[in-house]
Structures are given as C-alpha cells and as structure tokens.
C-alpha cells in the first residue's frame, strides 16, 4: 500500500486567494512530481523534484510553485487563485535508482474549485 | 510529435464480458509502457508496465496488455470482468532516450472511462 498523502481532497475558494496543496510521502522517495488533470483530459506533468532543494518545471507551464524543503514534503502554492486552476491536483513520488523512477505511487489527489 | 493517445473516452461492457482498452504511441524509440487505474476517490494504482522481453505483460486484478511494435499499440485486456472494475484507466509513457536513458517522466493519455453493466 502507498504511504503518500495529499490533503486537503477536496477545496473550493475564492478567486484570489492564496492556497497550498500538501502532499507527503514516507517512503524515503526522492523523486516527486504534481500532475494537473482537467475533467476529460490527460494528466499533464507541472514540477517535480529530484531530491531535496531540486525543483523542475514540467511539461505543462502553470501558475503554481512547488518547493522541496524535505524528502518527505512537496508542497504547492498558488499565489492568487484563479477560476482557470479548477482542476484535479495529483502528487507522485518514486525511488531513484533502477527500475525504481518506473515506480510512481500516486496520491489520491486533491480537486480544487476557484470560485 | 510524440504523443500517446487512448482513442476511446467511454466503453461500457456487461460484468462477465471481455474488455479490451486500446492504446497507441508515437515516438521514435519504443517507450517504456504502462497501463494505471483510478477508482473513483482513489489515486492512481499501476497495473502493469513493460520493459522489454515478452510482449505479452501480466498485471494485477487479472489485467494483460500485449505490445506489438508493428502497431505502436499497447492494449490492455480482461477476459471478463468484474463490476469492481469500472473506473477511468490511463495509458502511460516514459520516453528513452537516445542515451539509452531516460528522463522517467511519464507522459498519459486522456484515460478511458471504463462502466461495467450489471
């Protein structure tokens, strides 16, 4: 069973707000990613880490922040929400070394609403 | 442009029935595979991958895909199933590199909604 976790599931906030999202792992993992996922629409990869102090844009330009302070913590930030963020936020991590970066453990997610 | 791509967003089939969920890629070093599920509420759980060697991959929850270079496919299949198993499934790639490397960043397709009748 994966030990990562995101919280909060679920948010629903006002335009312009500031908010971040958790996400935590306890597996010792040194790779973690955040997915965005619009309904409908493929997950798009918008940071991840190598390790601690490593932070990487994606594939996908977004708005967000991430930072990588401990092994075990990726949060991410939005400065000031917008309706356009509405999405579904999923948190990654994987070992390094090996096969171990084909082993992503997925978070169960958190569905933001910017109202 | 390299892409992956789940040409079906909806299949319904009856419990007990076969299922095939199609997947296809374009890239120009065959990619490391993988087929993920998302239960309702529920994160992303791996189902199986392929590397190399057999083409014909067995997974969890009594899930196979078959990879056939000649088509850029990688099919996931169930010879019947369960009601357990509605859910959205996902496609996944991560690119090799020239090197021989790769950048293990995985790259999804939009995800087939799967419904599963009574």
């Known amino acids: 069973e994966a030990d990562i976790y995101q919280t909060p599931r679920y948010l629903v906030i006002g335009t312009g707000k500031k908010i971040t999202l958790e996400c935590s792992q306890t597996?010792?993992?040194?790779?973690m990613y955040w997915y965005q996922q619009d309904p409908g629409m493929e997950l798009h990869l918008i940071h991840y880490?190598?390790?601690?102090?490593?932070?990487e844009k994606g594939d996908l330009s977004s708005e967000s922040t991430v930072s990588r302070i401990r092994t075990e913590h990726f949060p991410l930030t939005l400065e000031s929400a917008r309706p356009s963020h509405t999405s579904q936020y999923l948190c990654a991590s994987s070992p390094l070394g090996g096969q171990g970066p084909f082993k992503a453990f997925f978070g169960q997610g958190t569905r933001l609403t910017v109202v | 442009a390299q892409s992956v791509t789940q040409p079906d967003i909806h299949i319904t089939v009856s419990e007990g029935a076969s299922l095939e969920l199609r997947c296809n890629y374009s890239y120009g070093a065959t990619p490391y595979l993988f087929w993920y599920v998302q239960s309702p509420g529920q994160g992303l759980q791996l189902l199986l991958k392929y590397f190399s060697g057999d083409t014909l991959v067995q997974g969890i929850k009594g899930f196979e895909a078959e990879f056939k270079r000649s088509q850029s496919s990688f099919n996931l299949r169930k010879p019947s199933v369960h009601w357990s198993d509605a859910a959205e499934y996902f496609c996944?790639?991560?690119?090799?590199?020239?090197?021989?490397?790769?950048?293990?960043?995985?790259?999804f397709g939009k995800g087939t909604l799967l419904t599963v009748n009574p």
């Open positions: 996944a790639v991560v690119p090799r590199l020239n090197s021989g490397g790769s950048n293990y960043k995985l790259t």
């Open positions: 880490s190598y390790g601690v102090n490593s932070t």
């Open positions: 597996m010792g993992h040194d790779k």
